[in-house]
């Protein structure tokens, strides 16, 4: 299998970390690279050999394969610096283009701080989502985040509470339930999926007593996939979505907004939470937490998400391949 292609993250943060514990930790089977500096992940406890192209990864044998991209000078855990925005930004772009050209059979992205990137390069972009749409030329693109047990996809994502409401009509639910249909059935195996819709109000409006919203936007965005040979259904009061019995009964969830869908997910799991992108022409996941400054360089970071993550992405791809 073609290896997986792993990017720096923010150096200041936990990602080296996380990277180097799985690639310790023999529970990744499938191989993969980074594109980081070297240096930085040696100091991290990383025997490593450098390589020229992801072709090379397969003549490695006890060592971390890494395709170099230098930092200016070297990170100190928890202290992001401006200097070190390029260099991560440019780690994500040689990623996505080795994943399009299938040199990499897909990305795992460690986590960043988009303000840190804002600030050091002029990062324009809300998040990874929005960045790796841009990169791929992808028009829809969805976040997933999936944890055993549950899968869930927010409509509306970075953008304030108070905007969400605004942002949501039934095309956007549409579009984002199409997607994740599709993802289901081409990355996940599931032949006929089912796809639970939260409302947006409490109760799902209660017949409009809580907002029209449910009653005027998702019900009809829910008929609309229903006509399209989706099997959605609600809109479902959001607070009863979650519980065992509930979960039993539907493959993912469609959120209205963020919170919704994340703190579920992640309050079932969250050290086994994974962050997938779908719409993309490629396989991209991630750790589902975040640069974690507090504890860089502690040793306290756990690598059970990052290892989920790249145990994730060769699967999906493996399944892309075997399609």
């Given at each position: ?46 025997r490593v050999a450098i390589i020229a192209a992801p072709e090379e990864v397969g003549s490695v044998e ?262």
């Open positions: 299998m073609r290896p997986l292609a792993v990017t720096m993250g923010d150096p200041a943060g936990i990602g080296g970390e996380i990277v180097v514990a799985a690639w310790r930790s023999g529970a990744v089977t499938t191989p993969f690279f980074c594109i980081d500096d070297p240096k930085r992940l040696e100091a991290l406890g990383a006890g060592a971390l394969p890494v395709l170099p991209e230098p930092l200016p000078f070297p990170a100190r855990p928890g202290e992001p610096a401006p200097e070190h925005a390029a260099p991560a930004i440019l780690s994500i772009e040689r990623a996505v283009g080795f994943a399009l050209s299938g040199r990499a059979a897909a990305v795992v992205t460690a986590p960043i701080n988009k303000r840190a990137l804002q600030v050091g390069a002029g990062f324009a972009h809300p998040g990874h989502t929005e960045f790796l749409a841009a990169l791929t030329g992808a028009k829809r693109p969805v976040m997933m985040l999936t944890a055993p047990g549950l899968r869930v996809v927010p409509v509306t994502i970075h953008i304030p509470l108070r905007e969400a409401p605004r942002q949501l009509t039934a095309a956007l639910i549409e579009e984002t339930g199409a997607v994740l249909a599709e993802a289901l059935i081409r990355d996940f195996g599931t032949a006929a999926p089912r796809i639970a819709v939260a409302g947006l109000n409490p109760h799902a409006g209660e017949g409009g007593a809580m907002g029209r919203e449910d009653m005027e936007v998702v019900a009809p965005a829910i008929a609309t996939l229903r006509a399209r040979r989706i099997d959605a259904f609600g809109p479902l009061p959001a607070d009863t979505m979650f519980h065992p019995a509930a979960r039993a009964r539907y493959d993912a969830a469609l959120c209205m907004y963020h919170d919704q869908a994340l703190i579920p997910v992640k309050m079932l799991d969250f050290a086994r939470g994974v962050n997938v992108t779908l719409g993309l022409p490629i396989v991209r996941t991630s750790p589902d937490h975040g640069v974690a400054y507090d504890i860089a360089g502690r040793g306290l970071a756990d690598p059970t998400s990052m290892i989920e993550s790249l145990n994730l992405a060769a699967a999906m791809a493996a399944g892309r391949a075997g399609a």
